[in-house]
């Protein structure tokens, strides 16, 4: 008898390669998840993935620039980077951990490499807010990466749930409005691991190490795979060799999206009102919450 529609794998409906590209003072990135891809995977708005030896690619950080609208999620794999924000706040990103930033109605922030010589490999993966929330008090998370959850559900295989539930372990962060799920997987070869995803929220899988096979598709190292809404579950399996994987889901808001630079609101008119506010000096001014 065919499984039931709620408990069958979703497929891969797209490959994407990311692009490299460069930003803050010329930080050279892969953007993985460009502005066209905004809508498919509402309400995602960007994943951008970073990993480089080489101290040029990112010496020059990310100084002082603005946000408005959506929250920004860090996660590091190696390196460590310094955080500082208009409102004084102050925190320092290394190996496993993770910051979560609500922008909310605006803040000004830098994010700056805290070492001259060595790895830097990391993602941001920006998340957006209802139109309800735009304008809410600006916050953030510094998430040590001995906070951050992990388990095993299956020999071989170790899960840290950075964001959402997995398996009945709860994340260090949980987001009611788009029920954020994000998943860093580590897969021996061989092993398998299987997320149940409600129908409707949207799902990506970005592999950073290795290669994985989901649903009878192979996605290479440095791809995202873009999973169809098809099915109940997100089910990666690592067939040759160790896999790493981030596994991203979440419900859609299903509203207009206007991205410009670091704002994103529902409107152009709320964009130049986020371009004037910046200009005079509004974004500054205001506390910054701890999430
Ligand atoms: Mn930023």
């Given at each position: 008898?065919?499984?039931?529609?709620?408990?069958?794998?979703?497929?891969?409906?797209?490959?994407?390669?990311?692009?490299?590209?460069?930003?803050?003072?010329?930080?050279?990135?892969?953007?993985?998840?460009?502005?066209?891809?905004?809508?498919?995977?509402?309400?995602?708005?960007?994943?951008?993935?970073?990993?480089?030896?080489?101290?040029?690619?990112?010496?020059?950080?990310?100084?002082?620039?603005?946000?408005?609208?959506?929250?920004?999620?860090?996660?590091?794999?190696?390196?460590?980077?310094?955080?500082?924000?208009?409102?004084?706040?102050?925190?320092?990103?290394?190996?496993?951990?993770?910051?979560?930033?609500?922008?909310?109605?605006?803040?000004?922030?830098?994010?700056?490499?805290?070492?001259?010589?060595?790895?830097?490999?990391?993602?941001?993966?920006?998340?957006?807010?209802?139109?309800?929330?735009?304008?809410?008090?600006?916050?953030?998370?510094?998430?040590?990466?001995?906070?951050?959850?992990?388990f095993a559900p299956d020999s071989g295989v170790r899960v840290r749930v950075i964001a959402g539930a997995s398996h009945g372990i709860a994340g260090a962060v949980e987001r009611p409005d788009t029920e954020?799920?994000?998943?860093?997987?580590?897969?021996?070869?061989?092993?398998?691991?299987?997320?149940?995803?409600?129908?409707?929220?949207?799902?990506?899988?970005?592999?950073?190490?290795?290669?994985?096979?989901?649903?009878?598709?192979?996605?290479?190292?440095?791809?995202?795979?873009?999973?169809?809404?098809?099915?109940?579950?997100?089910?990666?399996?690592?067939?040759?060799?160790?896999?790493?994987?981030?596994?991203?889901?979440?419900?859609?808001?299903?509203?207009?999206?206007?991205?410009?630079?670091?704002?994103?609101?529902?409107?152009?008119?709320?964009?130049?009102?986020?371009?004037?506010?910046?200009?005079?000096?509004?974004?500054?001014?205001?506390?910054?919450?701890?999430?």
């Amino acid at each position: 008898m065919p499984s039931p529609p709620e408990m069958q794998p979703r497929s891969v409906e797209r490959l994407v390669r990311g692009i490299a590209t460069s930003d803050g003072a010329g930080v050279r990135l892969t953007r993985v998840l460009t502005q066209d891809l905004q809508r498919r995977l509402d309400p995602f708005l960007l994943l951008d993935s970073f990993r480089t030896d080489d101290p040029e690619d990112y010496l020059s950080g990310f100084p002082d620039h603005p946000h408005r609208g959506f929250e920004t999620v860090t996660y590091m794999i190696a390196g460590r980077m310094r955080h500082r924000d208009s409102a004084g706040n102050e925190g320092l990103l290394g190996p496993g951990s993770a910051q979560w930033m609500s922008a909310g109605s605006g803040i000004v922030h830098s994010e700056m490499p805290e070492q001259e010589a060595g790895r830097m490999e990391g993602f941001q993966l920006w998340v957006n807010l209802p139109a309800r929330s735009k304008m809410s008090a600006p916050g953030y998370r510094d998430i040590p990466a001995a906070a951050i959850p992990e388990f095993a559900p299956d020999s071989g295989v170790r899960v840290r749930v950075i964001a959402g539930a997995s398996h009945g372990i709860a994340g260090a962060v949980e987001r009611p409005d788009t029920e954020p799920l994000l998943l860093d997987l580590q897969l021996a070869a061989g092993s398998r691991f299987e997320q149940p995803l409600p129908a409707a929220h949207n799902a990506f899988v970005y592999v950073y190490r290795g290669s994985v096979d989901v649903a009878g598709t192979t996605v290479p190292e440095r791809h995202m795979g873009i999973l169809a809404n098809d099915g109940g579950a997100a089910v990666v399996t690592a067939p040759a060799s160790d896999a790493r994987v981030l596994l991203v889901a979440g419900r859609p808001l299903g509203e207009p999206i206007v991205q410009q630079g670091p704002f994103v609101m529902n409107t152009s008119v709320e964009i130049r009102q986020a371009i004037r506010d910046f200009q005079s000096g509004a974004l500054q001014a205001g506390a910054v919450r701890k999430l």
